[in-house]
């Protein structure tokens, strides 16, 4: 699951990204409205946790921006609010549920996996690019119909690198959603393991769908970009 949350309470953001990242999600944080709507765009989350108390936009007005730009994205209000009034007009923008602070994050996360087991609409088992496929099932993985032989590892970075397909990802964002860890330290493995499935997934086979893009991160892509 890739979890995007939105508060500017940066204590309480970090608290939840790390409890998501524990429970093996990827989960990206963010203090702004203005720059929810720049991930939400940029990439396919399957929850947003979303504060209604914001420094730039009122909660509401947010909430209804997301629900004009994701029908189906489940979304869980966070607020301080007290009011009735508050919570049946979260609702009606169309908040799939709301919590109350402060929580408890077991009640968080059973709401989610609840909201998660009714979603009106279920998340692709396959991804494409190109002739590459992923089935996330069965995790494997084709390109032109021939398998490829993947470690769990290099499964892991594929179905990142697909389900951000178009999109650079910095090694940083890589380490925090493939190996779950939080240390720019690392982010040279993210070098080995790039190699071992460009040696895998392009191999002599045209088109090179994955790209390095120069002084920024990885992209994988139909279209090449900027970089060897």
Request: hydrophobic letters at 40%; proline letters at 5%.
């Amino acid at each position: 699951m890739h979890v995007l949350v939105v508060d500017d309470d940066e204590p309480l953001a970090e608290f939840l990204r790390r409890s998501f990242m524990d429970m093996h999600h990827a989960a990206d944080v963010c203090r702004t409205g203005r720059r929810a709507l720049e991930l939400l765009d940029l990439h396919n989350y399957d929850l947003v946790v979303m504060a209604l108390d914001l420094p730039d936009t009122d909660g509401l007005d947010l909430l209804k921006q997301v629900r004009d730009m994701h029908s189906f994205l489940p979304v869980i209000a966070l607020t301080a609010r007290r009011e009735v009034s508050d919570r049946v007009k979260a609702l009606d923008l169309g908040a799939d549920d709301y919590l109350p602070k402060p929580f408890a994050f077991a009640e968080l996360a059973a709401r989610a996996r609840a909201l998660l087991r009714r979603a009106r609409r279920p998340s692709d088992p396959v991804l494409r690019v190109g002739d590459l496929e992923l089935n996330r099932l069965e995790r494997r993985a084709t390109r032109a119909g021939k398998p490829i032989e993947l470690t769990p590892r290099e499964l892991s970075l594929l179905e990142y690198l697909m389900q951000n397909e178009g999109q650079c990802v910095s090694r940083t964002m890589i380490i925090e959603n493939v190996w779950k860890a939080h240390s720019d330290n690392t982010t040279n493995v993210v070098d080995v393991y790039v190699n071992y499935l460009r040696r895998k997934i392009d191999g002599e086979v045209s088109p090179k769908l994955i790209h390095t893009v120069r002084g920024s991160g990885y992209q994988l892509s139909l279209d090449g970009v900027e970089g060897p």
